[in-house]
């Protein structure tokens, strides 16, 4: 069955970076996107970015460009999402989800979800 | 960026009731246009992509309709698991983006 298993939660400092991975199983890795989405406490879903699997290109969100960077190694069937100089408004779940290219890029899987909390 | 409006953004509502959230995209979305049901500590869950096409394994009593900028989500007999917050998403153009969810709550 398809599974995409995050890694755990993590406690940064302001100015630090994060690095979260997702590591994919029960499908082919490669004919997939994976989508970085995080959610703040209380509030709702923020769509930051893609990686497409088998090319690694990535589009980035504006408003995460300059800070996040996402890739991959195919060889462990893992993505990885990479932010840096945190700030306390970076304090979120961040999950990863996969959507099939050339179709309506419908999230059918999530990543259970990594808590990042920044705070001196 | 495409802006998602939700409404109403909570909702009161008894099992058994039919409910309909809206969806409003600020600039024309087509039918790129996905909707999803997130519980309390748990990751989304995919009901409706493409504006209509039911996902495989959600209940029949769900439905999606609209296209354009206008779109809603039908529940049509309210069930105690259907409890839970509600949020559009386009995949028209990038960014994509999220409605602010519409919590649906028991009356």
């Known amino acids: 069955q398809v599974q995409l298993v995050q890694s755990g939660a993590e406690v940064k400092k302001p100015g630090a970076s994060v690095k979260v991975s997702c590591k994919a199983s029960g499908y082919t890795f490669t004919g997939y996107y994976l989508h970085w989405v995080r959610q703040a406490p209380g509030q709702g879903l923020e769509w930051m970015g893609w990686?497409?699997?088998?090319?690694?290109?990535?589009y980035y969100a504006q408003k995460f460009q300059g800070r996040v960077t996402m890739t991959r190694d195919t060889s462990i069937s893992t993505a990885y999402m990479e932010l840096s100089r945190l700030r306390s408004d970076d304090t979120a779940v961040y999950y990863c989800?996969?959507?099939?290219?050339?179709?309506?890029?419908?999230?059918?899987?999530w990543g259970q979800g990594t808590l990042v909390t920044v705070s001196s | 960026d495409i802006q998602m409006t939700q409404s109403p953004s909570s909702l009161s509502a008894s099992v058994g009731d039919r409910v309909t959230i809206t969806c409003r995209a600020s600039?024309?979305?087509?039918?790129?246009l996905n909707w999803y049901q997130q519980k309390s500590g748990k990751a989304p869950n995919l009901l409706i992509y493409?504006?209509?096409s039911l996902q495989s394994g959600v209940p029949s009593r769900f439905s999606g309709s609209g296209s354009g900028t206008d779109f809603t989500l039908t529940i049509s007999s309210l069930q105690p698991e259907d409890f839970a917050t509600y949020y559009c998403h386009q995949t028209y153009n990038t960014p994509f983006t999220f409605g602010q969810g519409t919590r649906l709550e028991i009356k």
């Open positions: 989800a996969r959507s099939s290219s050339g179709t309506y890029y419908e999230y059918d899987y």
């Open positions: 990686i497409k699997a088998n090319s690694d290109a990535t």
């Open positions: 493409a504006a209509s």
């Open positions: 600039h024309t979305v087509s039918t790129y």
